[in-house]
């Protein structure tokens, strides 16, 4: 069983997490991408993870998480979470403000608080920005979602989760009443343009593939 980890490995493991790894390898430039750290830095880094159990690791196949490493990376973002919930609906803070806050506080809370706050929560089971909160036992259940972006006219879609990392993004999407729960028609996409137009609460909204980009949904039978 590896050692208590450090902030630093639970971030990676965490990065690895989220891009896939805990079912398949994952690239060392795409992790360097995700920390927005140097390549040399990541490959060593790797390897450290490998010895002491958390990761398997390849240097051209890439990285995966093992059993000891998905759990801690599922234990982190479900205080992860948690912490961003209670910081929205317990103190009131904009879901545009927790995401920074949650880093910090993630890696200092006890298993007592963890468990405290999601009794308090009513053991939840997503975050402000839709993103699955892992159960007690790192459990998450999958789900099929396609990206707005790669919608197309007459595709109905039921938006579940949003990509959290960029505020303006967020305020702006909370303006548009693209957010978690939101039923979103695609009346038109101008391809020349990348321009779509689309039709929430009532609402009509235009914007390109890069306004969009983090809104991820369930595509909605037509009818």
């Known amino acids: 069983m590896p050692k208590e980890p450090t902030s630093a490995v639970q971030d990676y493991l965490k990065a690895i997490h989220s891009l896939g790894g805990a079912d398949h390898r994952v690239s ?4 360097a991408t995700r920390l927005a750290v140097r390549a040399p830095s990541v490959t060593g880094m790797l390897k450290r993870l490998a010895e002491a159990g958390w990761i398997a690791y390849e240097a ?7 059993p000891a490493g998905l759990a801690e990376a ?9 912490v961003e919930l209670f910081l929205t609906q317990v103190l009131g803070l904009d879901w545009s403000e927790v995401d920074a806050e949650a880093e910090a506080l993630e890696h200092a809370i006890s298993p007592r608080l963890e468990q405290a706050i999601a009794a ?15 159960t007690s036992d790192g459990q998450i259940t999958p789900r099929d979602l396609r990206r707005l972006s790669d919608c197309r006219e007459g595709d109905r879609v039921l938006i579940r989760e949003v990509q959290d990392d960029d505020p303006a993004r967020l305020r ?13 028609l695609i009346r038109h996409y101008q391809a020349l343009d990348d321009i779509f137009e689309l ?12 306004g ?6 369930e595509l909605k039978a037509a009818g």
């Open 28 to 31: 060392p430039a795409d992790i």
């Open 199 to 210: 039709e929430v609460a009532g609402k009509t909204i235009r914007l390109g593939s890069e």
């Open 172 to 184: 702006r999407w909370s303006e548009q009443g693209l957010t978690p729960g939101a039923d979103v």
């Open 60 to 66: 051209r196949a890439g990285a995966q998480l093992t």
């Open 120 to 134: 308090h929560l009513g053991e939840p089971l997503e975050d402000p920005h839709g993103h699955q909160i892992p």
């Open 212 to 217: 969009l980009y983090g809104i991820r949904g």
């Open 74 to 82: 599922r234990r982190v973002i479900r205080r992860h979470r948690l």
